[in-house]
C-alpha cells in the first residue's frame, strides 16, 4: 500500500470518528431517549470516562437522571471549564471505585480504555456511550 491510500485511509478514519461522535452528541439531546435509556440500563450511580466534549455532554443530559459520581479523565481535566462537574483520574477512580457502572465516552481510544478499566472494573459495568444509547438492554 503506498503512501497516498495509507493517507486516505486515515482520513476515512478519522471522518468516521468525528460523524460517529457528532451523532451521539445530537442523540445525547434527546431527554426522552436518555431518560428512556437510563430506566432500561438501570442507571443509578455511575462514573463517565472521558473529559472531552462527549463526557461533557453525557454528563449534562444525565444531569438530574443518575447519580454522577464523577467524570473521569486520564489526565484529571476536561476539555472546557466546567466548575460544576467532578474530575478525577483514573489512579483516582481505581481508589474509590465500589461497584458502579462506568460509560466510556471517547470513541477513538475506546477499547484501549476498555482494557484499563476492565483491569479493576467488572466488565458487566463498562458501557460504551453507544451501547448506551442504542445498545439492547436485556
Known amino acids: 500500500m503506498d503512501f497516498e491510500e495509507k493517507l486516505l485511509e486515515q482520513y476515512v478514519r478519522d471522518y468516521d470518528i468525528a460523524w460517529y461522535s457528532y451523532w451521539m452528541m445530537g442523540r445525547l439531546l434527546d431527554r426522552k431517549l436518555v431518560k428512556r435509556r437510563v430506566e432500561l440500563c438501570g442507571l443509578e450511580s455511575l462514573y463517565i470516562y472521558g473529559g472531552g466534549f462527549l463526557g461533557i455532554q453525557l454528563h ?14 486520564k489526565n484529571g481535566s476536561l476539555s472546557v471549564d ?53 445498545g439492547i438492554v436485556s
Open 60 to 73: 449534562n443530559a444525565l444531569d438530574g437522571m443518575a447519580d454522577i459520581k464523577a467524570v473521569v479523565d
Open 82 to 134: 466546567a466548575e460544576n462537574i467532578r474530575v478525577i483520574s483514573l489512579d483516582n477512580l481505581k481508589k474509590e471505585y465500589s461497584g458502579q457502572k462506568i460509560i466510556i465516552t471517547p470513541v477513538k481510544y475506546y477499547q484501549a480504555i476498555w482494557n484499563d478499566l476492565s483491569k479493576f472494573a467488572d466488565k458487566n459495568n463498562l458501557l460504551y456511550l453507544g451501547e448506551f444509547l442504542e
